[in-house]
């Protein structure tokens, strides 16, 4: 009886000792197959552009203001994701975006007036956007390097097309 005892004894033992050993293997065994959250951000970023860059190749289809509500969502996502991947990484060849808060602008003053048939003006500044945006998507989608760092030469080719895309409708908001 008493060696049933200390036999059931160890057994606990090993269980009580071994079973927080196992799960802390398991613990740092698990960490290689995490993907970094920054890659994870940038791909959510990366998506949201891709959606607006969806959104900005039907722009010429676009009839009146009402049909901007769609785009102006996207903007706002795009923007916002992109803002908090400039956070995540705190690279200083990474900064925050002019035009599509600028967008967002145009587009809300578009449709101050309440539903309106989009004049052929306001659809050929938006087709215009969707040039430069084509340039910047195309370096966004290569911003992220394989080691996880912002690839500079991307950034800066962003930011070239996010000023010209700034430039451009501040230029018409004033007209």
Do not use: C
């Amino acid at each position: 009886m008493k060696r049933k005892r200390r036999l059931v004894f160890y057994l606990l033992l090993i269980f009580l000792l071994g079973w927080p050993l196992y799960q802390i293997y398991v613990m740092v065994q698990g960490t290689s197959e995490k993907q970094d959250a920054g890659k994870m951000l940038y791909q959510v970023s990366l998506f949201q552009m891709e959606l607006l860059s969806s959104y900005l190749q039907n722009v010429d289809k676009v009839k009146d203001t009402e049909s901007l509500n769609a785009l102006r969502q996207a903007v706002y996502t795009a923007n916002f994701t992109h803002d908090h991947l400039v956070l995540a990484f705190g690279d200083p060849s990474l900064s925050s975006l002019a035009g599509l808060p600028e967008l967002m602008q145009y587009m809300l003053r578009l449709q101050v007036g309440g539903q309106r048939s989009l004049r052929s003006d306001e659809v050929q500044t938006l087709v215009e956007v969707h040039k430069q945006f084509s340039i910047f998507f195309d370096a966004y989608g290569k911003l992220l390097s394989s080691r996880l760092d912002i690839n500079s030469s991307q950034s800066a080719i962003m930011a070239k097309a996010d000023q010209a895309i700034s430039e451009l409708l501040r230029k018409k908001m004033q007209q």
